[in-house]
């Protein structure tokens, strides 16, 4: 049975060994980083270059963005492992596999979310953004990326050895992030209308912490599904 | 007397109870069906600021109602199947899974063209209609999902994990996008407005409902029945079963 | 538009009972296509 001490270490263990595998193979990782400013620079190609319009799509665009980037990274979370034998031989570990799978989670934020996080400011000056406007669409990524890595690696987890591919796991994940994209949006819509961000960026901080309480538990659950 | 409440449990006992049952439901529905629509289209009134166009809430309202109940009651089922373990409740969950979609897409079309006519616009992205396009990709993702993994005790898990992660966020996405909507409400159209109800026409309404209702269980265990026959195929009870 | 609430009736009630003359048509079909494929190996 797990025990309660070895959550930490687990968590650790498996953060440290994702983020070496990541930092191996660098350039995927700044692939996924291109495709964030890819469709960052779609968008305003297809509006007249108003410097109003765009403030005003921009945040909703960069929210849009940084959820398909998430997505777009969220295979590589079990997908690896679960190929060559790996999380069949996690799976067996005595450590809990909440925590170990907690650790994958992060490792997913730390190399898709925190650099979307990072490069937002750069693209919302393109779309005009105002600095305050910024602040707030950076506090929410900052707390709503987390949430989207946590909620996708449940999706990843149930579509291993699915037929189906990429679009299976987007129509899986991408209405459990309406709430995520919903209320980071709106705070910084809020913000711009001249209200308090407040009630917003307290749903989302609700949200990170049930996802933190809750997710672990239900990748679990479906990746020992998967490895049945 | 106790009730052995695990006497139906397994698909061999509970077969001939579905058989038994569906058409029963069904025949209700038909005959709720009846009534409802006499009443929804011939006795209720003709509303003073909708005019006839109003008479889609009888059809609306049950469709919508029950695209969110059978989710919740998928979702006890794949709550079932994964505490018990047992096929059956899976397959009641994968049965459900359908028609909850077709009535999620009747709320939307039915609110669509009830839109058009009353408030001049087939969609207009309010709380109610968002949320139930996205119960619809919901569903679509709980199906998908099933025809994606081949073996079947795997997808029973997998949709049951699946389906209470969504039922879980169905109340958070409502929430969500009715907080999104609300704050938006000066610039858009609000489809909450149901005409003020006659008595008739809530007599109406309610009538259509468990018309809908009782259609969904006995469509729900119709397609349980091919859903055993299906999986069980190569069990010695089901050779040995006369042909139903 | 409330004049040609005709179109926007047969449209929402029409689509209602095509929904469930689907919906049944296709559950028959697939009982029977699974009772004509009991025994035979799959």
Redesign the interface.
């Known amino acids: 049975m797990s025990d309660a001490r070895a959550v930490l270490p687990a968590f650790v263990w498996a953060l440290g060994r994702d983020l070496r595998l990541a930092v191996r193979s660098r350039g995927e990782l700044g692939t996924e980083i291109a495709f964030y400013a890819l469709v960052v620079t779609l968008f305003p190609l297809t509006l007249p270059p108003d410097p109003a319009l765009l403030d005003t799509l921009g945040p909703g665009v960069l929210w849009v963005a940084a959820l398909l980037s998430s997505l777009l990274a969220l295979p590589r979370l079990f997908a690896g492992d679960f190929a060559d034998g790996t999380l069949a031989a996690i799976a067996l570990s005595p450590r809990p596999l909440a925590a170990l799978v907690s650790g994958k989670m992060a490792a997913h934020w730390l190399t898709t979310g925190l650099p979307v996080v990072v490069l937002a400011p750069l693209f919302a000056l393109a779309y005009h953004v105002s600095a305050t406007d910024i602040a707030v669409l950076v506090a929410g990524l900052a707390l709503g990326t987390p949430i989207l890595s946590m909620l996708g690696a449940i999706g990843a987890a149930l579509t291993l050895g699915a037929r189906g591919g990429g679009s299976l796991l987007a129509l899986l994940v991408l209405p459990l992030y309406v709430p995520v994209l919903i209320f980071g949006a709106g705070a910084v819509g809020a913000v711009h209308a001249g209200l308090s961000p407040s009630p917003h960026f307290s749903l989302l901080g609700a949200g990170l912490l049930l996802a933190a309480l809750g997710t672990p538990f239900a990748t679990a659950a479906a990746v020992r599904i998967a490895l049945d | 007397m106790s009730i052995n409440w695990f006497k139906y449990a397994s698909p061999a006992s509970f077969l001939p109870l579905s058989a038994t049952l569906a058409p029963w439901f069904l025949a209700v529905a038909a005959l709720l069906g009846a009534i409802g629509l006499y009443l929804g289209l011939v006795v209720a009134p003709t509303d003073a600021t909708?005019?006839?166009?109003y008479?889609?809430i009888f059809?609306?309202v049950p469709?919508a109602w029950m695209a969110m109940l059978i989710y919740v009651v998928m979702a006890a089922w794949s709550a079932l199947a994964?505490g018990y373990n047992t096929r059956l409740s899976a397959m009641m969950a994968q049965a459900l899974a359908?028609?909850g979609a077709?009535m999620a897409?009747?709320a939307l079309?039915?609110g669509a063209?009830?839109g058009?006519?009353?408030w001049?616009t087939y969609w207009a992205w309010d709380a109610r209609m968002t949320s139930t396009l996205?119960l619809l990709?919901?569903y679509?993702?709980v199906i998908?999902?099933r025809s994606?993994?081949?073996?079947p005790?795997?997808a029973d898990?997998?949709c049951a994990?699946?389906s209470?992660?969504?039922v879980?966020?169905v109340p958070?996405?409502y929430?969500?996008?009715k907080?999104?909507n609300t704050?938006h409400q000066g610039s858009s159209i609000s489809l909450t407005g149901a005409p003020s109800m006659a008595m008739s026409m809530l007599a109406a309404m309610l009538v259509m409902t468990f018309a809908v209702w009782s259609?969904c269980i006995g469509?729900v265990l119709?397609?349980v029945?091919?859903?055993i026959?299906?999986r069980e195929?190569?069990a010695a009870w089901?050779?040995q079963r006369a042909?139903? | 538009m409330m004049e040609h609430y005709a179109f926007f009736l047969v449209g929402a009630y029409g689509m209602f009972a095509l929904a469930i003359v689907v919906e049944v048509v296709a559950v028959r079909a697939r009982l029977r296509r699974a009772r004509l494929q009991r025994g035979t190996p799959r």
């Open positions: 909708q005019g006839d166009a008479r889609i059809i609306h469709t994964l359908p028609t077709a897409f009747l079309w039915t063209f009830w058009r006519p009353t001049g996205i990709f919901l679509f993702g998908a999902l994606a993994i081949d073996d005790r795997r898990r997998a994990v699946l209470l992660v969504g879980v966020n958070i996405i929430f969500s996008v907080w999104w704050l259609y469509v119709w397609r029945q091919a859903i026959v299906e195929n190569g089901l050779a042909p139903a």
